[in-house]
């Protein structure tokens, strides 16, 4: 007899279900035979998103996880995803983001709590801010302006995670928590606002690519099926050692802001040329995670090479 893995009566809450990283989360936990709850007000996330889904199996709920949470009969695990994570939302939408991140992230514990569900909270990497450290290892404290343009979202993360450690203590919930590194793949708007759905977009449409500062800055790129499936090996029932871990996930390809718009240029096969334009306050000089956190615990490791991963991207944003 074959064991029976089906999770057919495991009810999954996604926050942030219909965003770009959700969405594929969405998909892998039905494939797995989860029933699936997605809340999602729709801000950033998208109902295109998640069009292809025809099971019964998932439930969307446009909510604001700002606003009280519904009442569930039963939830086992919460998917903690939901908040603008585009830098360009980080003015427009600043205090939607403070407060998504701080009250909309204890209503969502406190749904948890309640159901004693297990927990995967979605951090960033811009809880390290601008960093003296470099790669940046999970102990590293990070240097981030409190006051800058970047704060809402920084700091609400940092608060998430404060808030996330609060309710360990005093409840002893099963939280784990994942910092995302930069991620990037289908189903990203091209009008995000993030550097390879901009440049994607611009060397599609011949367009000149506008490199902020001039673009020796570097961050490395995650697939997100690399990172979909760290975030699954992160939540795993079985893996009760792994309760209150904090684990950063990203690739360590580290590459600068110019060379990947140059490949970029290469993977579309445009002519555009290259516009330099002011750098951003605040905007990071360099990013790589240290991932040996991830290796050890989760045999984890990104497979996706950067222009492969563009390759994939560009068919969806063409097919679109
Ligand atoms: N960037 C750029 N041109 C753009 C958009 C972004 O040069 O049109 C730069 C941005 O200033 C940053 C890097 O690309 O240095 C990554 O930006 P993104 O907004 O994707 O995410 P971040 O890593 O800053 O959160």
Not at 52 to 72: A, K, V, Y
Not at 164 to 169: C, R, T, V, W
Not at 255 to 277: K, N, P, Q
């Amino acid at each position: 007899m074959t064991e029976d893995t089906s999770k057919d009566d495991v009810h999954a809450v996604v926050t942030g279900g219909a965003g770009f990283v959700g969405s594929h989360l969405v998909d892998e936990l039905l494939a797995d035979g989860y029933r699936v709850t997605v809340l999602d007000n729709l801000g950033s996330g998208r109902r295109s998103n998640l069009e292809h889904i025809s099971s019964d199996h998932l439930t969307l709920e446009i909510q604001d996880i700002r606003n009280p949470l519904p009442s569930f009969d039963r939830i086992d695990e919460v998917y903690h995803l939901a908040s603008r994570a585009s830098p360009t939302d980080f003015r427009s939408h600043a205090v939607e983001i403070a407060l998504t991140n701080s009250e909309g992230t204890n209503n969502v514990l406190s749904l948890a709590s309640e159901h004693d569900a297990r927990i995967l909270l979605a951090s960033t990497s811009e809880v390290y801010g601008d960093p003296k450290v470099h790669p940046q290892p999970e102990t590293y404290n990070g240097n981030v302006n409190p006051r800058g343009p970047r704060a809402p979202y920084d700091e609400g993360k940092r608060f998430a995670e404060a808030l996330a450690s609060a309710y360990e203590q005093q409840y002893g919930l099963d939280i784990r928590t994942v910092r995302i590194f930069n991620t990037y793949g289908p189903r990203m708007s091209r009008t995000d606002g993030r550097v390879i759905p901009t440049f994607l977009d611009q060397a599609l449409r011949g367009e000149d690519l506008t490199i902020h500062g001039d673009g020796s800055q570097t961050r490395s790129f995650c697939y997100v099926s690399d990172l979909v499936r760290g975030l699954r090996r992160m939540a795993a029932e079985e893996r009760s050692d792994l309760t209150g871990e904090v684990v950063n996930l990203g690739s360590t390809a580290e590459i600068s802001i110019r060379s990947l718009a140059e490949t970029t240029l290469e993977v579309v096969d445009s002519e555009s040329s290259l516009t330099f334009e002011e750098r951003p306050p605040d905007d990071p000089e360099v990013r790589r995670p240290d991932i040996g956190k991830a290796r050890e615990l989760l045999d984890w490791e990104p497979t996706i090479p950067l222009e492969e991963g563009l390759e994939r991207t560009v068919e969806a944003f063409t097919a679109r």
